[in-house]
């Protein structure tokens, strides 16, 4: 009676394991040794559009290469030793752990961190740190014209670009469409290499006698006429002014600001587990 009880339990148990059992319903393509590659890995390789013959090659290719992949890794695993092999596991899970608390910090950081950085502050930082803001290329502020000698109001255009009031920059926009090329916002400090590179009347050569502070140069070249003022100028090794440098104070603020609400998110999310019993350092 015994061994009828427990022959019976054990087909109860085979019947429960079989019963449980999941069901792999994927469809295979490929196989290297016991490892599989299934349609839902490629399904999504091709692109719409892409014609029969194109869509056959890529799958292909990809198959070829996940089984060359798949072949180096199962002989890695056949002939390298365990104690590398262990190495690399260790590896594998401290990158897989680095990735999740990267994202996981990264969301936190977002949610929390305030990236507005008022004109004091950065006035502050500038000031403190000045030496660390000396320029290695020239800076100007100017506007220019590029314009057709030939247009039926060019005297009135450079008197209005001379002038430069505020009706002046109004029509000056207004026409801005019949211009070869232009910029009018005179009130920033951009690179003088840029302006080298976008006006062609401008070179390595003669830079430093146009672009000089308050000089206004009427330039002619083969498709028309070059108006520029210059309003400003600065050299290498002089400090470069805070509007030109705040994004740069900007993003070091804000970088400093996440490494330290990191180190606080950090002591506070132990201090926490600790407190509720799900961080413990056994004695």
């Known amino acids: 009676m015994?061994?009828?009880?427990?022959?019976?339990?054990a087909l109860l148990l085979a019947t429960s394991c079989q019963f449980f059992k999941e069901v792999d319903d994927?469809?295979?393509?490929?196989?290297?040794?016991?490892?599989?590659?299934y349609y839902d890995d490629i399904k999504d390789l091709v692109s719409e559009g892409t014609s029969k013959e194109d869509s056959t090659l890529v799958v292909q290719n990809y198959i070829n290469q996940w089984a060359t992949q798949q072949l180096l890794v199962d002989g890695?695993?056949?002939?390298?030793?365990?104690?590398t092999q262990n190495n690399f596991n260790r590896l594998i899970n401290q990158y897989k752990?680095?990735?999740?608390?990267?994202?996981?910090?990264?969301?936190?950081?977002?949610?929390?961190?305030?990236?507005?950085?008022?004109?004091?502050?950065?006035?502050?930082?500038?000031?403190?740190?000045?030496?660390?803001?000396?320029?290695?290329?020239?800076?100007?502020k100017f506007r220019y014209?590029?314009?057709?000698?030939?247009?039926?109001?060019?005297?009135?255009?450079?008197?209005?670009?001379?002038?430069?009031?505020?009706?002046?920059k109004q029509v000056l926009d207004s026409l801005s469409i019949q211009f070869r090329s232009y910029s009018l916002n005179d009130s920033i400090w951009i690179k003088v290499n840029q302006v080298v590179k976008k006006i062609s009347a401008i070179n390595a050569e003669n830079k430093d006698q146009l672009l000089k502070k308050s000089n206004f140069v009427q330039l002619k070249d083969s498709l028309g006429v070059y108006l520029m003022q210059v309003?400003?100028?600065?050299?290498?090794?002089?400090?470069?002014?805070?509007?030109?440098?705040?994004?740069?104070?900007?993003?070091?603020?804000?970088?400093?600001r996440k490494l330290e609400l990191i180190r606080k998110l950090e002591k506070d999310i132990t201090k926490d587990a600790i407190t509720n019993k799900k961080f413990e350092i056994y004695k």
């Open 145 to 168: 014209i590029h314009i057709d000698e030939n247009m039926n109001n060019y005297k009135s255009v450079v008197e209005r670009f001379k002038r430069f009031n505020h009706k002046d």
């Open 26 to 37: 994927r469809v295979p393509v490929a196989r290297v040794n016991e490892t599989y590659l």
């Open 97 to 140: 752990n680095d990735l999740y608390t990267k994202a996981y910090m990264e969301a936190l950081v977002a949610r929390e961190i305030d990236s507005v950085i008022s004109k004091e502050e950065a006035e502050t930082y500038y000031n403190i740190n000045k030496e660390a803001f000396k320029l290695n290329e020239e800076l100007v």
């Open 231 to 256: 309003n400003d100028v600065l050299l290498p090794k002089e400090t470069a002014p805070l509007e030109y440098v705040k994004p740069t104070i900007d993003q070091i603020v804000i970088n400093k």
């Open 2 to 9: 015994r061994f009828k009880s427990l022959s019976i339990l």
């Open 76 to 83: 890695a695993k056949l002939n390298l030793s365990e104690a």
